[in-house]
C-alpha cells in the first residue's frame, strides 16, 4: 500500500515541482525578486503560528513565513546559541539569519506562540539591530469582550511600525481589500483541504503540505491562484483510490518535519485527511467581515472563530480537546498520529488531553516525535504502518 | 523552603513556622471550611487573593518542596508513566505525579482540591498548559489572567489597561463568586502597603551584597530570602515581620564583617564574587551550594531572585492604585522582561555588585529562561571583559544534575577568573 506518486506527465506535476523549487530554495530567490521588482518594497518575515498578514499586504510588503530551515542545511552558528535541549527551529532560523540569507528581509514577527520563539524575538533585536522587530502577543484570554481593545490595539501598534518602515500610509480601505485577498485564499485553502478529505487518492499530502508551503513565501493572489490550478488540475487527472487507512495528523504546527515523514506516513499506508501544518494559512475560519473596522474585524475573527490549537489557551474544561474529536469525526478519519518536535513543550504538554479525548470516543491514536534532520525515516514508516494496518484489521466485519 | 539546619537565626525559624502553617491550613482546609485558590509564583495575585479570604497553593513551591525532599524523582516517572513527554518541564511532571499520589503535602496530610485555579499567565507559555493538565483532574474553575510580554522592552498603557480590565471584569468576580466574599478595595489596599513594607526591607537585605565582605549568598541564601515575599505570605504581617527580622540579623552580619550562613557555618573567605542567572537545582542543592562555599565563591546578585517581582529596580506594591499596581507587578516580573532587558539587568549587576564572572545554570525544563542564555553569556562578557561559565542541571528531575561535571566545570571557572586577575595584575 503506498499512496500514488503523480506521473511526471500529471497535470500537477509542474505545479508541484514549482512549489518544491520554493520548498528547496534557503535563500528565498522568488521573495528576493519581489522586493527587487519595484523599489522601495519590503519582506516581512513571521514565525509560527498565526500572524495578522493582512496587515503587511495592505502595506504593501510581502509576509514571509519563516518556518526554520529543513533538514538540508547543516546548522553551524545556530547551534552555538542553543543547549542540545531545546528544539531545532530557533536554531537554524538563526543559522538562515547568520549566514546572510534573510538579509533582504526588513522586518520580522515573532508570535506569542511559546517561550523559545518569544526569546528568539529578543535574539533577533540583539543580532539584528537594524531590523524592525515585534513581538505580537497574540491574546490569551478568549473571555467575549476581555481581550478585543488589546488586541485591536497591539495591532494598531503594528499598523503604526510598518508605516513607519514602509514609509507608507495604511489606510482602512487598503485593510479591507488585504482582508478580502486573504478571505478568498483562505476559502480556497480550505477547499483544497476538503477536497483531500473527500479523494485523499487523489491529493497526496506531500503535495498539499507543499502548496501549503507556497503560500509562506508567495504573494497571497498568486498562492490563490495557484492553489485553483492546482485544484483543476487535480480534478482533471484520475488517481487510483487505494485502501489506506484515514488520519488525522497533529502536533505539526511550529518546527516542521521533514518531508521524507510525510511521505514514509502514506507510504505507510496512511491518507492524511486532516493536519496543523501551516494554521496561519486557514487560522481564521470564516470570511473577516468587510464593513466596518478592519482591525476590529480581524481581533474578532481571531478571538471567535479561529483554529484550536496547542498555543492557544481553552477556558472551558468541557470543550478542551473537542477539536481533535471533531477533525477525526468532520474527516471521516479512522485514527489519529501525533507527532512533535522534541522538547516541544506546547505540542507534547497538549498531547496528552488530546489522547483522553480520543480514548473516551474509541479513537486508535500513535505518537512520536521528529526533528526538522530526523533522517531515519524507517521507524516512522514501520510504526505508521502497523498502526494502519491494525485499524484496518479491527474494522474488518 | 526549609531554612538550612546548621545554624538557626530567628528569620529562618519564622519562616520556617509560616511555610508549616500554610501547609498545615491548606490540609486542614476541608475540616475549617476555608477555601484555596492555586497559582503560579511569577505574577501572583497574593493580595488580592487575600482579599477573598482565600487561601494560596503554589504548585511550583510544592515542586521545590519535593525537590529537595527527594520526592520528585519519583513523581516525575509517574507522570512519564502515566504518558507525560521526557522532554516537558519538570514542574508539571512533579506536581502530576504528586497528585497520582495522593497530593501529600510536606505535612504529611493530603492537598485537598483548590477551589479555583488562577491562571496569572506571566512570563512562561507553560504555566497555561500545566493548569489546563492538572483542570483535568479538579475539574474546579479556572481564571485566565493573560499579562502581556514585554517584547519591546517596556510595559506600555495597552498592557495595563488590558490586565485591570480583566481584573476587573473577570478576576474579581469570579474570586467573589468562589469565595463568597464580596471584594473590599480598602482590605487590598491594606495588604499592599503591608507588602511595601517588606519589599522595602527585601531590597536592603538583597542590596547588602554590593558590600565586601558580601554578608549574603544572594542566589543560594537568597532563594530564602524570597521564600516568603514571592508566595502566600507577601501582604501580611508576618512577612513583613520575616523581613524585618532578617534585615536586622544581616546588618548585625555587617557590623561584624561576617560572611554569609552555610550549611556549614559562617562562610569565610570570599575569593569569587559571581553573578548567577536562572534557577538551582533543588534535588542537590544542599551539594551544589557546597561547590560554592568550598571554593569561596559567594553569589552577590542572581536573576532567580527577581522571578517574583523585580523589586530592587523600584517597583513597590502601591495602595493607591491598587489594580494598576498589580498590573504593573506582573508585567514587571523577570522573565516578562525580553531578552535585551534581562541582558541589561545582568550587567547591571555585574557592575554594581562588582562581580568577578556571570555563571549561568541552564535548567534543561524550562525554556522561559534557558532558550537565549548561551546569547545572554556571550553579551555580557562583550560589554563587562568579565568571564563567562555555563552549567546545565534540572529543577527538580534528579536525572539531569550530575555532581562531577558541574563541579569539573565550576573549578576550571575559579581558575579562568584567577587567571584573569593575574593577567590584568600583571600588565
Ligand atoms: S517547536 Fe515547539 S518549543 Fe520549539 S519553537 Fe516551536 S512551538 Fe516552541
Ligand atoms: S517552564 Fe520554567 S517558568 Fe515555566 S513552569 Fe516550567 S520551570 Fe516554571
Redesign the interface.
Known amino acids: 500500500m503506498c499512496a500514488a506518486p503523480a506521473p511526471a506527465s500529471s497535470p500537477t506535476a509542474p505545479i508541484i515541482a514549482r512549489c518544491q523549487e520554493l520548498f528547496d530554495d534557503l535563500d528565498f530567490t522568488a521573495a528576493r525578486r519581489w522586493k527587487e521588482a519595484r523599489p522601495g518594497r519590503k519582506v516581512v518575515g513571521f514565525m509560527p503560528v498565526y500572524a495578522p498578514r493582512e496587515l503587511l499586504h495592505a502595506a504593501g510588503m510581502l509576509p514571509l513565513g519563516i518556518m526554520g530551515a529543513g533538514e538540508t542545511l547543516e546548522v553551524i552558528h545556530g547551534d552555538?546559541?542553543?543547549?542540545s535541549?531545546?528544539c531545532r527551529i530557533?536554531r537554524s532560523t538563526l543559522e538562515l539569519g547568520i549566514t546572510g540569507r534573510l538579509d533582504f528581509v526588513d522586518g520580522f514577527l515573532?508570535p506569542?506562540?511559546?517561550?523559545?520563539i518569544?526569546?528568539?524575538?529578543?535574539?533577533w533585536?540583539?543580532?539584528f539591530p537594524k531590523v524592525y522587530v515585534?513581538?505580537?502577543?497574540v491574546?490569551?484570554?478568549?473571555?467575549p469582550?476581555?481581550?478585543d481593545?488589546?488586541w485591536i490595539?497591539?495591532m494598531e501598534?503594528l499598523r503604526e511600525g510598518l508605516a513607519k518602515l514602509g514609509g507608507v500610509e495604511i489606510t482602512d480601505e487598503a485593510l479591507r481589500d488585504s482582508i478580502a485577498a486573504y478571505n478568498e485564499n483562505r476559502r480556497v485553502v480550505r477547499e483544497v483541504y476538503a477536497y483531500r478529505a473527500a479523494e485523499p487518492w487523489q491529493a497526496p499530502s506531500s503535495d498539499v503540505y507543499l502548496l501549503m508551503r507556497a503560500g509562506l513565501v508567495l504573494p497571497v493572489e498568486e498562492h490563490t491562484q495557484l492553489l485553483r490550478d492546482w485544484l483543476a488540475a487535480a480534478r482533471a487527472e484520475k488517481r487510483q483510490a487505494r485502501d489506506n487507512t484515514r488520519i488525522v495528523l497533529n502536533g505539526v504546527f511550529c518546527e516542521q518535519p521533514p518531508l521524507g515523514l510525510i511521505k514514509a506516513i502514506e507510504m505507510a499506508g496512511c491518507y492524511i485527511v486532516d493536519d496543523d501544518f501551516m494554521l496561519v494559512n486557514r487560522f481564521l475560519i470564516g470570511d473577516v467581515k468587510l464593513e466596518g473596522n478592519p482591525l476590529a474585524n480581524l481581533a474578532s475573527a481571531f478571538l471567535r472563530d479561529s483554529e484550536e490549537t496547542?498555543a492557544k489557551?481553552?477556558?472551558d474544561?468541557a470543550v478542551?480537546g473537542k477539536y481533535i474529536v471533531d477533525a477525526v469525526r468532520r474527516n471521516g478519519a479512522e485514527g489519529v498520529i501525533f507527532a512533535?518536535p522534541?522538547?516541544?513543550?506546547?505540542a507534547?504538554?497538549?498531547?496528552?488531553?488530546l489522547?483522553?479525548r480520543l480514548d473516551r470516543v474509541d479513537v486508535p491514536h500513535i505518537g512520536f516525535?521528529y526533528a526538522e534532520n530526523s533522517a531515519q525515516m524507517q521507524p516512522v514508516r514501520e510504526q505508521a504502518g502497523t498502526f494502519a494496518d491494525s485499524i484496518k484489521l479491527w474494522s474488518t466485519p | 523552603m526549609s531554612a538550612a539546619e546548621v545554624v538557626k537565626e530567628a528569620s529562618m525559624l519564622k519562616q520556617k513556622e509560616m511555610i508549616a502553617g500554610n501547609y498545615d491550613a491548606l490540609t486542614s482546609a476541608p475540616e475549617t471550611g476555608r477555601k484555596m485558590a492555586a497559582t503560579f509564583v511569577p505574577g501572583n495575585l497574593n493580595e488580592l487573593i487575600m482579599t477573598f479570604g482565600l487561601l494560596n497553593n503554589l504548585p511550583e513551591i510544592n515542586a521545590i518542596q519535593n525537590g529537595m525532599r527527594k520526592l520528585s524523582g519519583d513523581y516525575i516517572l509517574e507522570a512519564e508513566k502515566a504518558g507525560h513527554s521526557e522532554d516537558v518541564c519538570t514542574y508539571v511532571k512533579s506536581d502530576l505525579g504528586m497528585m497520582a499520589k495522593g497530593n501529600i503535602a510536606p505535612n504529611g496530610k493530603p492537598l485537598p482540591k483548590p477551589d479555583v485555579l488562577l491562571l496569572s499567565y506571566t512570563g512562561c507559555f507553560t504555566f497555561m498548559k500545566w493548569f489546563e493538565l492538572v483542570r483535568e483532574q479538579y475539574k474546579c474553575p479556572t481564571v485566565m489572567l493573560h499579562v502581556p510580554y514585554q517584547g519591546d522592552g517596556q510595559v506600555t498603557k495597552n498592557m495595563r489597561d488590558y490586565i485591570v480590565k480583566q481584573l476587573k471584569e473577570e478576576v474579581i468576580p469570579k474570586l467573589e463568586k468562589v469565595s463568597g466574599v464580596k471584594f473590599d478595595i480598602d482590605r487590598l489596599r491594606q495588604y499592599m502597603r503591608e507588602s511595601a513594607r517588606a519589599e522595602d526591607d527585601l531590597v536592603w537585605v538583597l542590596e547588602s551584597a554590593k558590600a565586601r565582605p558580601s554578608p549574603i549568598d544572594a542566589y543560594f541564601g537568597g532563594v530564602y530570602y524570597i521564600g516568603p515575599i514571592f508566595t502566600a505570605f507577601r501582604g501580611t504581617p508576618d512577612a513583613t515581620e520575616y523581613y524585618r527580622l532578617l534585615r536586622a540579623e544581616i546588618e548585625e552580619r555587617m557590623r561584624r564583617g561576617l560572611g554569609p550562613i552555610t550549611p556549614e557555618g559562617d562562610m569565610k573567605e570570599q575569593k569569587y564574587r559571581l553573578v548567577v542567572e536562572g534557577p538551582p537545582n533543588w534535588t542537590s542543592f544542599r551539594e551544589f551550594w557546597k561547590m560554592f562555599y568550598d571554593e569561596g565563591a559567594v553569589v552577590v546578585a542572581s536573576s532567580y531572585t527577581k522571578v517574583g517581582g523585580t523589586y530592587d529596580l523600584g517597583f513597590r506594591h502601591d495602595p493607591e492604585h491598587p489594580l494598576e499596581s498589580l498590573a504593573e507587578y506582573a508585567l514587571g516580573c523577570y522573565t516578562n522582561r525580553n531578552l535585551p532587558q534581562r541582558v541589561d539587568l545582568l550587567e547591571k549587576y555585574m557592575t554594581e555588585y562588582q562581580a568577578d564572572g556571570l555563571l549561568i545554570n541552564s535548567i534543561k525544563s524550562c525554556n522561559s529562561f534557558s532558550a537565549g542564555q548561551l546569547m545572554m553569556m556571550r553579551e555580557i562578557e562583550k560589554r563587562t571583559g568579565k568571564p563567562g561559565a555555563f552549567i546545565e542541571t534540572d529543577l527538580v528531575d534528579p536525572r539531569y544534575f550530575s555532581a562531577a561535571n558541574v563541579k569539573n566545570r565550576l573549578e576550571s571557572y575559579f581558575q579562568m577568573i584567577d587567571q584573569k586577575r593575574r593577567v590584568a595584575s600583571a600588565a
Do not use: H
Not at chain 1, 491574546?139 to 473571555?143: D, G, K, R, V, Y
Not at chain 1, 507534547?348 to 488531553?353: A, G, Q, S, T, V
Open positions: 552555538a546559541y542553543y543547549q535541549y531545546i530557533p515573532f506569542s506562540l511559546c517561550d523559545v518569544r526569546n528568539l524575538s529578543g535574539i533585536k540583539l543580532l515585534r513581538y505580537l502577543d491574546p490569551q484570554n478568549f473571555t469582550g476581555m481581550a481593545g488589546f490595539q497591539e501598534e496547542a489557551y481553552q477556558p474544561l478542551k512533535a522534541s522538547f516541544c513543550d506546547p507534547l504538554l497538549e498531547r496528552p488531553m489522547q483522553d516525535k
